[in-house]
């Protein structure tokens, strides 16, 4: 599949009319760092930080895992990565770390959760994160950030161990942004000062879809319910970017469905500007985009918002044949 949209890898993700989305790749691992070159990806938007955890039989050290970030930020060649802090729980259990039994554990103590809660593995990461960077811009983004207070103390604690840094003398990262991942719809809701607040947000979609329909993204009966493009999330969706853009703050959006080409297709006719995807995703998403009037598109999905359609899946496939 590489090989079939390498004729467009180093052209843009330019739409007919003119507009351009940013492609980004997640990664997890060093072997992923290749597909950077390999995908045309413009960065990282997701470094899921918990494999490394997930590798090992404890705690990683925090000189190995500043070894192995200055080795992603190294491949990624000066391109931005956006380093997850550890986000388990859930469907990520660390097997040395003790937990509560949990009735409900996608509802239960995860991510930023578990992070503001047992701030010594926190701590250590992201110290390990600036010392990393030495030098070089730093990108932090916080998974699973539900009200404001949690993403104001995380934050809170980067900024200390800054400070930290600076104060035994090491290299201090040449820039920091920092970043909250939007994964329920409370975060959607949150105030001004929020959205004022965060350099950037990314929209976990596997999470937020899981949680708008209140349906498991793990129980494949009721996963398939409900459509990506259904009317209801795909303008709760736009409700996120107009906030986001009111306040003049980064938005996108990394979870798979960023990575169908379709649904990425409609994300960006709803404004949405960068995307983070599986390495593989870029060239088919990038070749639809390409190929888009994003304005007409726009057209069929707003109308198709006030035609009474439970998707605009219907709408979007009709308007796509009839332009081929
Ligand atoms: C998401 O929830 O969309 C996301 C990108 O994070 P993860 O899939 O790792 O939960
Ligand atoms: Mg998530």
């Not at 997890?28 to 413009?42: I, N, Q, T, V, Y």
């Not at 920092?178 to 350099?199: I, N, R, W």
């Not at 190929?291 to 605009?312: H, K």
């Amino acid at each position: 599949a590489q090989q079939r949209y390498s004729s467009i890898r180093e052209k843009p993700a330019e739409t007919l009319d003119g507009d351009r989305i940013a492609l980004h790749m997640n990664a997890g691992l060093m072997a992923d760092l290749p597909s950077l070159e390999g995908s045309g990806a413009e960065g990282v938007g997701l470094f899921r930080t918990e494999l490394q955890f997930l590798v090992q039989s404890q705690v990683p050290k925090r000189g190995d895992l500043a070894a192995l970030y200055a080795r992603v930020m190294d491949a990624a060649g000066g391109k931005r990565v956006a380093f997850r802090t550890l986000d388990i729980g859930s469907d990520k259990v660390l097997p040395y770390m003790k937990r509560p039994d949990e009735p409900n554990p996608a509802l239960g103590w995860r991510a930023i959760r578990v992070g503001l809660d047992k701030v010594g593995v926190m701590r250590m990461q992201l110290q390990a994160l600036i010392r990393a960077a030495n030098g070089r811009p730093l990108t932090v983004m916080f998974p699973f950030v539900a009200q404001f207070d949690e993403f104001k103390a995380a934050r809170e604690h980067l900024m200390r161990e800054i400070d930290r840094e600076e104060k035994l003398g090491h290299t201090l990262p040449a820039s920091v942004e920092v970043g909250a991942m939007l994964e329920t719809p409370s975060l959607a809701f949150a105030p001004k000062q929020f959205f004022d607040m965060a350099d950037f947000i990314s929209i976990g979609g596997n999470d937020l879809k899981q949680f708008f329909f209140a349906a498991d993204r793990e129980n494949e009966q009721v996963r398939r319910r409900y459509d990506t493009l259904n009317v209801s999330y795909l303008s709760f969706l736009k409700q996120i970017v107009e906030r986001a853009s009111a306040s003049g703050t980064h938005l996108s959006f990394c979870g798979e469905d960023a990575g169908r080409p379709l649904e990425a297709m409609c994300f960006a006719a709803i404004g949405m500007r960068t995307l983070s995807m599986r390495p593989a995703s870029i060239g088919p998403v990038k070749h639809l985009l390409r190929r888009t009037d994003l304005a007409e598109a726009r057209d069929v999905i707003e109308t198709a918002f006030t035609s009474g359609a439970q998707s605009v899946r219907p709408a979007v496939m009709e308007w796509m044949r009839n332009r081929d």
